[in-house]
């Protein structure tokens, strides 16, 4: 699988738009999380890639981060109850995702952690 970022932006660029007029409460902003957790799950899954549930978490949980809505309004961050974390995810694992993400600012942080355990 090549970066993905490109494709993966549209996709939920499309799927999100449907929320440019709601309230972003936390009802909201959670089914906005789910609707990028699916999306990378179908992604996964029909490019027969396996990835770990925290490596999932973490990836899908940049990506929320990273959302605004009409351009500007910022998704609520204090949904999760846990954050997924970098220092639980293999060193290839997260070589394989920095490859995916390679020249996007998701990539950064998965280098670092991968640096730092060289």
């Not at 990028?36 to 990835?51: A, G």
């Not at 999932?56 to 990273?66: E, H, K, L, R, T």
């Amino acid at each position: 699988m090549k970066n993905i970022h490109e494709s993966v932006s549209k996709l939920l660029t499309t799927k999100l738009s449907k929320y440019k007029n709601e309230k972003l409460n936390v009802a909201t902003c959670t089914t906005i999380y789910q609707d990028i957790f699916e999306t990378f799950v179908d992604i996964f899954q029909e490019s027969r890639t396996e990835i770990s549930n925290e490596a999932m978490n973490m990836i899908c949980q940049m990506y929320y981060d990273a959302v605004t809505i009409n351009g500007n309004q910022e998704l609520d961050p204090n949904i999760f109850s846990q954050r997924a974390s970098l220092k639980n995810i293999e060193t290839k694992e997260l070589a394989m995702l920095a490859s995916f993400f390679s020249n996007t600012p998701f990539a950064e942080p998965l280098i670092f952690e991968i640096k730092k355990r060289s």
